[in-house]
Each structure stands twice: as C-alpha cells, then as structure tokens.
C-alpha cells in the first residue's frame, strides 16, 4: 500500500529533524514526532462527485553556569514557582482509563472497517458508509450536499476524529495520541485528555471549513493529536520564561512542524487536511494558555498567602 512508507517516513523525518534542531534542551522536554497520513478508499469517489481525496486528517544553547539548558544551583524565587514538572525517573504507572478508552475506541472502529474492506466481517462497502455518515464534509456546511440524517452538519466536527483511511493510518495517530496522552496526565491531570482532544477536533474541523474547498471529506484524529502538541508548546514556553532560557527551541519546532506539513502537502498531490492541523493546534494552543494561566494565579495566590503567613508570624 502507498500510504505505508508515507506514513513512516513523517513520523520518522519528524523525530530526527527535532531531535537535531531543538536539541537537548532541558530534561523534562518531551520529544514527540507528528502523525501521518493516508489514502481514501477508491470507492469513497462514489460518495461524491470529483476527485476525493485530500485528507484529511489525517539546539538550545547552553550559558556559563547551565545545565540542559536551565541554570543549576538555587534559584531566585521567581523560578521556584515551577510547578507540575514532568518526572524523569518516576516510576511507571499504567496509562489512564480515559485514554485507552478512546484510543480503544479508535482502533475498533478501524479493525472493523479494515476487515469489511477485505470482505472477512460484514459490507465490503462499510467503509464508504461510515465516510458518508461521519466523515467531514464541506459540502453539508454551503448547502451543496443534502444530510444524511438530522444533526450531521454538527457531528461531523468530531466523529470525523474516529474514522480513518486505513489502518496504519490509525494506528500512526493513535501511537502518539498514547504518548502525548502521557505527556498531559503528568504535566496537568487525565481530566484534560478527553475535553483536550474534542475540542482539538472541533478546532480542526472549524479551520478545515473555513480554509478547506472541493467535495473531498476529511477523516483522521490528526487534528486533535495536533492539539496535544499546541498545548505541549504551552506549558514548555513558559517553563522556559520562567528558568531564563531562550523559547527559540520551541520556535524552531514549531517552524519544523509547519515546513513539514508544507512539504507533505505538496508531495502527496494536497491529500494532507493541513487546516485541521492548524486548527487542533490553534485550539491546544489556547487550553494551554488557559491551563498555564490558572497555574500562574494559583502560584500568585499561595505566593500571598505565605507573606501574609510571614508577615503575621504564622507557622506553615
């Protein structure tokens, strides 16, 4: 299948190209590639006239005195407020429920429309159904297409995130949705995971409606693995700010991203859904800015309480 090598090499030209340009920038930095991408059935052409296709969603510099990167030794009180730092070596704990639920979720739904696509389990059409059922469409948004039942228009915004175009497809997104879904459990809470990853679907499909044209639908978790990496860059920015050290790493990373989408882009004929992409990570982006501006009163608030405490000559 085309869509095998493709899909390996992004995740594989990801990692290396990160891990060369960022650099080893400080410990608690988590070295994530994106997803990949793949094909649409042939048969999902009869679902919509025209070509269908185009998916479719798919170094710091170390300073006198650092370590990785951060400043060793004790620092000022303003870079005491670190807070919820990801642990090196802490011991391993099992991935949480909600998160193997949904990858589950994920995954079940593709081993069945992959054995349907080989005629072992049901429809050998099922496939081109669940497209024309959950896929996102544009054309259901400008009147063109016709709703298959009540409320399409609206679920398509995230039950496009639980279809994909083949296996290896879901199975790429799936994998770093795993280790990104780790990521956030250590860095905030598994609260975060689900709300996280809808609303990087509803981002993905907003900026995939309002850039995208043509009668091409889109499927994929991309979008909302692509919110997991805009909250990465969240929370590693202002722990960077914090410590003093320069955020030109993660600049760069994110440069690295765009680039590649570009190059993906265009070297798969415009079958990468890079507006979904853009807008999961838009939408990551803002929930971290959000995550990081609770943490950021909170810290202010016990900041307060503890001069009060001073001031007053109460104990802790």
Do not use: C
């Not at 960022?22 to 988590?30: S, Y």
């Not at 999902?44 to 798919?58: K, M, N, T």
């Not at 670190?82 to 995954?107: E, M």
């Not at 228009?153 to 175009?165: I, K, N, T």
């Amino acid at each position: 299948m085309t869509g095998a090598p493709l899909h390996a090499g992004l995740f594989l030209a990801i990692d290396a190209i990160l891990r060369r340009i960022a650099g080893p920038v400080h410990r608690r930095k988590v070295e994530i590639p994106a997803h990949g991408v793949g094909r649409l059935p042939e048969g999902a052409a009869a679902i919509a006239p025209g070509r269908v296709g185009g998916y479719i969603s798919g170094k710091g510099r170390r300073r006198p005195g650092t370590r990785h990167g951060l400043r060793v030794g004790t620092p000022p009180a303003s870079e005491q407020t670190l807070r919820n730092p990801v642990p090196v070596n802490s011991p391993y704990t099992p991935l949480p429920k909600v998160l193997i639920g949904l990858a589950g979720i994920i995954a079940v739904i593709e081993i069945v429309l992959s054995l349907s696509d080989r005629g072992i389990l049901f429809d050998p059409d099922l496939r081109i159904s669940a497209f024309a059922l959950g896929a996102f469409w544009t054309g259901l948004l400008d009147g063109s297409y016709r709703p298959v039942y009540a409320g399409q228009p609206v679920v398509m915004f995230v039950s496009h995130a639980f279809l994909h175009g083949s296996f290896l497809h879901m199975a790429m997104n799936t994998t770093i949705l795993l280790a990104l879904g780790r990521f956030v459990e250590m860095a905030y809470s598994p609260k975060v995971i689900l709300p996280l990853f809808l609303l990087g679907a509803l981002g993905g499909g907003a900026a995939y409606a309002l850039i995208a044209s043509g009668p091409y639908p889109m499927v994929g978790a991309s979008g909302a693995v692509f919110a997991f990496l805009g909250l990465w860059v969240a929370w590693d920015w202002r722990r960077h700010r914090l410590a003093g050290v320069s955020v030109q790493p993660i600049v760069m990373r994110v440069v690295v991203l765009a680039g590649l989408n570009v190059a993906f882009y265009f070297g798969l004929g415009g079958m990468l859904a890079w507006e979904a992409h853009l807008g999961g990570f838009l939408a990551g982006l803002f929930v971290g800015a959000l995550l990081e501006r609770q943490l950021t009163m909170r810290e202010r608030a016990e900041r307060a309480e503890r001069r009060r405490r001073s001031w007053n000559g109460e104990g802790d």
